[in-house]
């Protein structure tokens, strides 16, 4: 089993989030945009979702960095996480089973552990 964390400053991603357009499209699928979109304070639940992906990243040893959107973050009320493409493919070479993800946010910060079970 591997594990994987990662910590965020929220005001970091709302600045990226309202200079830079592509951000959301670049770097969210459009079940967590529409997710994210919808809460009253969407840099937070964007801000989860972006550790998540790193803590993810982390855990399956490959990083997370220009294929943000191979690993989403999707469903209620615990988000399952479903990986795609390049991604997808490393896991199955490394021998990554099923993952799980615990993310949290304060008015601050936001933060995620990712844990990749061994395959069976
Ligand atoms: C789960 C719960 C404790 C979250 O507590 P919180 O202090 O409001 O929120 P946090 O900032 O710590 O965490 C929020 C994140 O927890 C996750 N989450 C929400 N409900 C969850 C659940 N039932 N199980 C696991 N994770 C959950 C989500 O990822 C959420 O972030 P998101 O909205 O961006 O997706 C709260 O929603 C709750 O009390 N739910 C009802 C009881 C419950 O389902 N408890 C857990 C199972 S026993």
């Known amino acids: 089993m591997k594990v994987g964390i990662d910590l965020i400053e929220i005001a970091r991603v709302q600045r990226v989030l309202s200079r830079h357009a592509s951000f959301r499209e670049r770097v969210f699928t ?59 493919a490393w896991g199955e070479r490394v021998g990554a089973g099923q993952i799980d993800l615990s993310m949290t946010h304060s008015r601050e910060l936001a933060a995620a552990i990712a844990i990749v079970a061994d395959k069976p």
């Open 30 to 88: 459009d079940a967590e945009r529409t997710y994210c979109d919808s809460r009253r304070n969407p840099a937070q639940h964007y801000a989860a979702r972006f550790a998540g992906k790193e803590a993810i990243g982390k855990a399956l040893g490959c990083g997370a960095e220009w294929r943000w959107r191979e690993i989403e973050i999707a469903g209620r009320p615990k988000p399952g996480v479903r990986l795609s493409g390049w991604t997808q």
